[in-house]
C-alpha cells in the first residue's frame, strides 16, 4: 500500500499545530521585535486552562460537543491572562532596554511558568489524561484520520481565516499593521501602540491556547514541559516561514510538520542512510531544512525584505 | 542586518534548548524515624521523584522508607536507627551524578539505593565506588552496568560497589522473545526503541533471540522520547505487516505510541519490558491497550507468599502513591544494605568501624536472606541470584500475570 498519502496527513496535521503555535510568536516579533520565547508556556497554560474547564467546571460525563467550545473559551482565556499579564509586567518595563534583556527575561518566564504549573497544578508533576472525543477513526482514500485531528483540521484554517480577517478589514488589525512597520510614525497617527501590542499577545495566545487543546485532543495527555519543545519547533516554523509574517508561520509550520514525517518515513529507505532515518533524527532533518532555506531566502519562505528596518 | 542576527540566535537557541531539559533538582527530605538512640545510618534513595517516572520512583521511595523503619522498630540493627534520605534525579543522568556526589558528601550515609534508570546508574557508578559507598539499583537492566561494555564477549565487573536486585535485559529481552514466539505465536515483529541505555539494549536482545528462533524482524524505528507525535512511526508499523511491535523504553513514550499504533489502524499488541510494566501505561494507551504485553522482572508480588507481608505493612503505613513495580526490590535492596551494616556491627563489638562504607560494600557481596521478592543474594558481578521473571498483559485496565519462568538461555 502506498504510505505517502497517510505520511503527507501525519505531517500536515503536526505542521498545523506548530503553525498555531508559530502565529503567536511571529505576531509578537512583527511589531515589538521581541522573541517571546514564553508562548511555548503560554500554549501549555492554555492546555491546562482548557483541562481545568473540564475537570473542576463542567459536571461529569458532559458530552463534548458541550464541553469543547467552554474548554476552549476556558484554555483561551488563560493563556491570554499570562500573556497579557507577561506583556504588561515583565516586557513593557523593557521596551526601551537593549534587545537581549527582554529575550533573557522571556527564557526566565518560560522556566518561571513551567514550574508553577509543575508546583501548584494539582497532579501535574506527570501527565495528565485529557478528554478524548469518541467515535472514529476515519478512512478516506486509504488514509486514516483520528477523532482528535477532525477538530485541528477545522480548527486550524478557520483559525488563519479569522485571523486574516481581523488583521486586514478591522481598524484594529490596520493599526497592528502600521504600528509593524513604522511604530513611531504609527503613534503620531493617533494609533495607541501600547494598546496594539497588548492585543498582538493577546491574540498570539489565543491561537496557542486552541492549538493546545488540538493537542490534547490529539495525545490524549497535557504535562507542564510540553511546551518546552513545540514551542521551539513553532519558533522554527515562524523563522522559516518568514518571522512577522502570519501566513508565513502557518506555511512554515506545515512544512515543518511534513519535512519531518516525511523525513522518518523515507530516508531509512533511500540506500546507506538506514542510520538516518530514524524519528529521533527528524528533528535534524528538519533543521537542515531550515539552514538551507535561510541560505537562499534569509527573509523565510514568506518572508518580505524590510529595508527600512536593517 | 537584523535578520542575520536573528539566524544566529536561532541556531544557538535552539541547539542549546533541545540539548537542555529545563529541569533543576529538588530535594525532598525522606522521612524516617528517628526513634532511639545510638548511631544513625542513612539510607541514601536516588530516583525520579518528580516528572514522567515519579510513579516508579515514588513507589521505590516508599518501599526504601517502609524497610528503614521496618528496621527501627524491631530494633534489627543493635544500636543502629537507620534514617532515609530521598534524592530526585528526574531520570536525569546530570542529576543522579549531582545526587551520588551528596550522598558520598555525608558520612551517615552507608548505602545507597537506586536508581531506577540505567543511564543514571551509568553515571553514578563511578563517583559511589570512588568512595567505596555501596549502591543497590532495585530496577537497573542494562547488562554493562555490571559486566561491562563488553558484556557480550567478555564479562568484567565494572565496580564493586555496585549491587542490584534486578534481572539485566540480557535475560529479560530474550525471555519476551521466545514468550511472544513460542507462546502468542506471534512470528513477524517490529522493532522500536528510545535510543537509551535501557531501551536499546533491550531492544537489541529481544532482536537477537527472536532472529535466533525463526522469527522475522519487518521493521526497526528510533522514536524522539521528547515528543508525543508517533503518527509517523504508526503509519509505518501499519504498513510494515508486522502482527507485534516490541518496544525498548519506557512507559510515558510506550503508551502514547500504543494508542497511536493501534489508532493508525494496526490493531497488533504492543510488546515491552519492565519500563512499561506500570499502571500508567494503561492509562495512556487507553482502552485497545488491551492484549500489550509487558515483561518484569521476578514473579508478581503480590503472589509471592514471601511479599503478603511487605503488601500488607505497606498498605498499613498509609503511603501515598502505589509501591509500584519496584517496590518489592527496593525493600529487599534496602534490606541488603541493612543486612550488610548489622553484620558489620556485629563484627566490630556493636559498633560501627571506622571504614564503614568499604566494610558495608565488601561484606554486600556475601549478603543472602530470604525477602520480598524470594532469595536475595548477588553472584560475582552484583547481579542478582534470582533470575525469575514474569509476562503480564492488559486484562480490563490492568496488567495481569500470565507466565513466570527462569530464562535458560
Not at chain 1, 156 to 177: D, E, H, N, W
Not at chain 2, 287 to 294: E, H, I, P, Q, R
Not at chain 2, 390 to 403: A, I, L
Request: glycine share 12%.
Amino acid at each position: 500500500m502506498n504510505e505517502l498519502p497517510q505520511q503527507l496527513v501525519n505531517g500536515l496535521l503536526l505542521g498545523s499545530m506548530y503553525g498555531l503555535v508559530a502565529i503567536g510568536y511571529t505576531m509578537v516579533y512583527g511589531i515589538v521585535q521581541l522573541i517571546n520565547f514564553a508562548h511555548g508556556e503560554i500554549f501549555m497554560v492554555g492546555g491546562f486552562g482548557a483541562l481545568t474547564v473540564y475537570l473542576y467546571a463542567l459536571p461529569d460525563g458532559t458530552s463534548m460537543v458541550i464541553a469543547l467550545p467552554l474548554m476552549i473559551l476556558g484554555g483561551v482565556i488563560a493563556s491570554v491572562l499570562v500573556a497579557v499579564g507577561a506583556e504588561r509586567f515583565a516586557y513593557r518595563p523593557l521596551r526601551g532596554a537593549p534587545r537581549l534583556a527582554p529575550l533573557i527575561t522571556a527564557i526566565g518566564l518560560s522556566l518561571a511558568l513551567q514550574q508553577a504549573v509543575w508546583a501548584w497544578y494539582p497532579d501535574a508533576r506527570s501527565a495528565i489524561t485529557f478528554p478524548h472525543i469518541d467515535g472514529g477513526p476515519f478512512e478516506i482514500g486509504g488514509v486514516t484520520i483520528q477523532t482528535g485531528d477532525i477538530f485541528l483540521i477545522i480548527a486550524a484554517p478557520l483559525s488563519m481565516a479569522i485571523l486574516a480577517y481581523f488583521v486586514m478589514k478591522t481598524r484594529t488589525g490596520r493599526g497592528m499593521q502600521a504600528t509593524a512597520q513604522d511604530p513611531d510614525t504609527a503613534k503620531l497617527m493617533g494609533i495607541n501602540t501600547d494598546r496594539i501590542i497588548v492585543v498582538a499577545f493577546a491574540l498570539g495566545a489565543a491561537f496557542a491556547a486552541v492549538g493546545a487543546v488540538a493537542y490534547g485532543l490529539k495525545y490524549g495527555e497535557v504535562q507542564f514541559r510540553m511546551g518546552f519543545i513545540l514551542g521551539l519547533k513553532a519558533f522554527t516554523a515562524a523563522v522559516l516561514g518568514g518571522i512577522g509574517n502570519i501566513y508565513g508561520a502557518m506555511l512554515g509550520g506545515l512544512v515543518l510538520g511534513v519535512a519531518e514525517s516525511l523525513s522518518t518515513a523515507y530516508i531509512a529507505d533511500i540506500p546507506g542512510m538506514d542510520q538516518f532515518g530514524s524519528q529521533s533524527w527528524a528533528n535534524v532533518w528538519a533543521f537542515v531544512l531550515l539552514i538551507l532555506v535561510l541560505l537562499f531566502r534569509p527573509q523565510g519562505l514568506l518572508g518580505e525584505r524590510v529595508a527600512d528596518r536593517a | 542586518m537584523r535578520q542575520r542576527s536573528l539566524i544566529a540566535i536561532t541556531a544557538a537557541l535552539a541547539a542549546g534548548a533541545l540539548t537542555l531539559t529545563a529541569c533543576g533538582s529538588r530535594d525532598e527530605g525522606g522521612s524516617g524515624d528517628s526513634s532511639g538512640g545510638g548511631t544513625t545510618v542513612v539510607i541514601g534513595v536516588d530516583a525520579p521523584l518528580t516528572g514522567d517516572l515519579s510513579a516508579l520512583g515514588l513507589g521505590i521511595k516508599n518501599s526504601v522508607d517502609l524497610a528503614a523503619k521496618t528496621a527501627n522498630k524491631d530494633k534489627y540493627v543493635e544500636g543502629v536507627t537507620f534514617k532515609v534520605e530521598a534524592l530526585d534525579d528526574q531520570a536525569q543522568p546530570s542529576s543522579g551524578q549531582q545526587n551520588a556526589s551528596t550522598f558520598v558528601s555525608k558520612d551517615e550515609v552507608l548505602g545507597v539505593v537506586g536508581p531506577l534508570n540505567s543511564s543514571v546508574g551509568e553515571s553514578m557508578q563511578k563517583v559511589l565506588d570512588d568512595a567505596k559507598l555501596v549502591q543497590v539499583s532495585p530496577a537497573n537492566t542494562g547488562p554493562g552496568l555490571t559486566q561491562g561494555a563488553d558484556w557480550q564477549t567478555k564479562k568484567v565487573r565494572p565496580y564493586k560497589a555496585y549491587f542490584r536486585t534486578a534481572t539485566t535485559d540480557a535475560i529479560q529481552g530474550p525471555f519476551a522473545a521466545q514468550y511472544v514466539y513460542n507462546d502468542a505465536k506471534k512470528k513477524k515483529v517490529f522493532v522500536i526503541d528510545d535510543k537509551k541505555t535501557y531501551g536499546a539494549g533491550l531492544a537489541a536482545t529481544f532482536t537477537d533471540e527472536f532472529k535466533k528462533l525463526g522469527g522475522k524482524i519487518v521493521g526497526t524505528e528510533h522514536i524522539d522520547p521528547d515528543t508525543k507525535d508517533f503518527s509517523t512511526v504508526a503509519t509505518k508499523v501499519k504498513n510494515s505487516g508486522a502482527d507485534v511491535v516490541y518496544y525498548g523504553g519506557e512507559y510515558p513514550q510506550a503508551g502514547p505510541l500504543g494508542k497511536q499504533i493501534k489508532a493508525a489502524g494496526a490493531k497488533i499488541p504492543l510488546v515491552g519490558g519492565d519500563g512499561i510494566y506500570d499502571p500508567t501505561f494503561i492509562q495512556l494507551a487507553g482502552k485497545d491497550s488491551t492484549g500489550d504485553l509487558a515483561t518484569s522482572v521476578g514473579a508478581p508480588v503480590e503472589d509471592l507468599p514471601s511479599a503478603k507481608e511487605f503488601v500488607a505493612k505497606y498498605k498499613e503505613a498509609g503511603y501515598k502513591e502505589a509501591y509500584g513495580a519496584y517496590g518489592g526490590y527496593s525493600y529487599d535492596s534496602a534490606w541488603a544494605i541493612i543486612e550488610a551494616v548489622k553484620k558489620v556491627v556485629e563484627d566490630n563489638d556493636g559498633k560501627l568501624p571506622d571504614d564503614a562504607r568499604a566494610k558495608v560494600t565488601e561484606t554486600m557481596q556475601n549478603v543472602s536472606f530470604d525477602g520480598v521478592t524470594g532469595k536475595v543474594s548477588f553472584d560475582e558481578f552484583g547481579d542478582t541470584t534470582n533470575k525469575q521473571l514474569t509476562v503480564y498483559s492488559v486484562e480490563g485496565g490492568e496488567w495481569k500475570p500470565v507466565k513466570s519462568g527462569t530464562y535458560t538461555g
